[in-house]
């Protein structure tokens, strides 16, 4: 699968570089930063990548692009707005392994298989204390501003959203 991800990629930059600087007529400046930027979109796409890094890059492109464009001040700064919405919407988790890094995070709540393990500190006695239990309900409900998911054991339950890759709890839940 690695293979055909990196042999489908090598020809889109290829097409898309051919397509860009050999049939078009913009100035290099422009033509380079829209291929870094599809380039870098199409990566992120194509492997899965939730690199910061990438998506700095790609919004460092876009800026760049629509400062160097002729329009108004206005114009511009909706334009780059925009631009940083989308880009954040990336961070919206589309599977349950970010739901879980954000359990395992926050709430010390370890899930494999049917069980979760919840770690915690001990206030009595130095060391840390652990509690099993069976996995009720576990899924992760991907929207495209927003995620909802859900974790429901015998002794826990906890929702929370992810808003544009920011995780916020349920009120009440736990």
């Not at 204390?129 to 501003?145: T, V, W």
């Amino acid at each position: 699968m690695a293979v055909f991800q990196v042999v489908f990629f090598t020809i889109l930059a290829c097409v898309l570089f051919y397509s860009l600087f050999f049939k078009t007529k913009e100035e290099f400046l422009t033509r380079y930063l829209v291929y870094f930027m599809t380039m870098s979109f199409f990566f992120h796409l194509i492997f899965q990548s939730k690199s910061v890094v990438w998506m700095v890059l790609f919004l460092f492109c876009v800026v760049g692009i629509i400062l160097y464009l002729d329009s108004s001040l206005i114009k511009k700064s909706v334009q780059i707005l925009s631009m940083l919405i989308f880009v954040s919407l990336f961070r919206v988790p589309s599977g349950t392994t970010e739901f879980g890094s954000y359990l395992k995070e926050e709430h010390g709540i370890y899930c494999a298989g049917i069980e979760c393990l919840q770690v915690s500190e001990n206030e009595d006695v130095p060391g840390m204390k652990s509690e099993r239990s069976a996995i009720q309900s576990y899924h992760l409900a991907s929207y495209f501003f927003w995620a909802k998911g859900e974790l429901e054991t015998d002794s826990i339950s906890l929702k929370a959203f992810n808003v544009m890759g920011f995780w916020l709890p349920e009120r009440g839940s736990k």
